[in-house]
């Protein structure tokens, strides 16, 4: 899964401002999944996207929240004014589908926020 | 709504002994399910998936069987070593709908 990019891989955020996390995917891979683990908890679906196509997005919160993954460049996930209970790790993976769908995950972007 | 439950959420176990972690969901009706390993401040490593026509599947050490009737999944890992400590995820999918279990955090002592 080393070809999975995440950045940043730590993020601080102070309260009202905006986070921006990206999310590039291994080459080839068109489909991309952000996931949320909040601490103690297990990973909780977000959005699934597809370049220029949001094709699943109800695990995300309805304000604040939003994603895209643009024809060129890489996927990115913004919360804008972020709260302490946005502190997580946030994971990206890209589908392969090799007879059998395969997520690819990336290392994570850990968001403290302030 | 399928719902992952993970059992326990915690083991601790001596280096050298076999042990059996559990996997539970709700809705039957899955593709495939897949164990991962997760290690502190790291992202996550899949370690099995197991097709839904499939019952088992194996890797070294690793091995994990699944019951789609009775929802439920097993990772044996034998003869654990230091070096499997980490958190442990199931998770099962349908379509484009992956739902992760909270994991067991497992500690094997030296």
């Known amino acids: 899964n080393a070809g999975v990019m995440q950045n940043p891989r730590h993020l601080v955020r102070r309260r009202g401002q905006e986070a921006r996390l990206r999310c590039s995917p291994m080459k080839g891979h068109s489909h991309v999944y952000w996931y949320r683990q909040l601490p103690e908890e297990g990973l909780k679906f977000m959005v699934y996207?597809?370049?220029?196509?949001?094709?699943?997005e109800s695990g995300m919160p309805k304000e604040r929240f939003s994603a895209e993954f643009p024809k060129e460049g890489p996927s990115i996930l913004r919360i804008q004014q972020v709260v302490r209970g946005d502190s997580a790790a946030y994971f990206c993976?890209?589908?392969?589908?090799?007879?059998?769908?395969?997520?690819?995950f990336g290392p994570g972007t850990r968001l403290l926020v302030l | 709504k399928q719902e992952v439950t993970q059992i326990p959420a915690a083991l601790s176990v001596p280096e050298g002994e076999n042990l059996v972690l559990n996997c539970s969901f709700t809705?039957?009706?899955?593709?495939?399910l897949q164990w991962f390993r997760q290690d502190p401040g790291k992202g996550l490593t899949s370690l099995l998936l197991i097709q839904s026509s499939q019952r088992e599947q194996t890797s070294g050490r690793l091995n994990a069987s699944l019951d789609k009737s009775s929802g439920r999944s097993t990772l044996y890992i034998a003869a654990s070593q230091p070096g499997d400590s980490a958190t442990y995820l199931c998770?099962?999918?349908?379509?484009?709908?992956?739902?992760f279990g909270a994991g067991t955090r497992l500690t094997v002592k030296p």
């Open positions: 993976a890209s589908l392969r589908f090799e007879g059998v769908e395969t997520q690819y």
């Open positions: 996207l597809q370049k220029e196509n949001i094709i699943d």
């Open positions: 809705d039957s009706a899955i593709y495939n």
């Open positions: 998770a099962v999918i349908r379509n484009n709908d992956m739902r």
